[in-house]
């Protein structure tokens, strides 16, 4: 069974500090991963999709890389700023039906 | 562009009873899902539909009913509610491979 893993569960930094998100997951044989952001009360806003035979996606501040033999994905977001706190989430596609398997997330702090 | 739709947003209920969350999507997606969010759990698959029509379970269907009425709309029924089904309940659609959407959520307590 797909396990993703996300580490650590916390976070925080000072503004204008790069933020580096990890996420693991322990079958390689994935669809895609997706980044998702989730403020405090809301839902969930996706970020970035990586497809399983690209090895990184970026928009704007934010650059996700994708080793899928190593099972790791790595979220950057360049010069944090106070409106990056939110938690984080990435979530693999297991099958071609859609059905994602999410980490537990990772709270962001970015103090002023 | 609404995108995902779900309500209500609150809810609380005794135990034993019965509610149906609702859901609908306006992008024209096959596939949509109802996820439950717990702390430090993440988001778990509780079920859902590739195409109008057909359903499946996911990792925790336990206690939970689904219905695909047409391809917009896809509701979550709980028949007699217990206190373990207190939590965070996320409707989602998306195109296969592609990109997903969520709804705000509904926010379920039971006592």
């Known amino acids: 069974k797909q396990e993703v893993t996300q580490i650590p569960a916390a976070l925080s930094v000072p503004e204008g500090e790069n933020l580096v998100l990890n996420c693991s997951f322990t079958?390689?044989?994935?669809?895609?991963l997706q980044w998702f952001r989730q403020d405090p009360g809301k839902g969930l806003t996706s970020l970035l999709l990586?497809?399983?035979?690209?090895r990184e996606q970026t928009s704007g501040r934010l650059n996700a890389s994708l080793d899928k033999s190593s099972g790791r994905s790595t979220l950057y977001i360049a010069a944090s700023q106070p409106g990056d706190s939110a938690t984080y989430l990435c979530a693999v596609l297991t099958d071609s039906w859609g059905k994602l398997q999410f980490g537990a997330g990772t709270q962001v702090v970015v103090t002023p | 562009n609404a995108g995902v739709t779900q309500t209500p947003k609150f809810q609380v209920l005794k135990t034993g009873q019965s509610m149906t969350l609702q859901c609908a999507q306006d992008?024209?997606?096959?596939?949509m899902y109802w996820y439950r969010q717990d702390p430090g759990m993440g988001l778990r698959l509780i079920y859902y539909s590739a195409s109008e029509g057909t359903t499946d379970k996911g990792e925790v269907p336990n206690g939970y009913n689904v219905s695909r009425l047409n391809k917009r709309e896809f509701s979550l029924r709980l028949e007699s509610a217990a206190p373990s089904q207190t939590s965070v309940y996320f409707c989602?659609?998306?195109?296969?491979?592609?990109?997903?959407?969520f709804g705000q959520g509904t926010r379920l307590t039971v006592v």
């Open positions: 079958d390689s044989a994935i669809y895609n």
């Open positions: 992008m024209n997606h096959n596939s």
């Open positions: 989602a659609s998306s195109e296969e491979d592609a990109e997903a959407f």
């Open positions: 990586i497809q399983s035979s690209q």
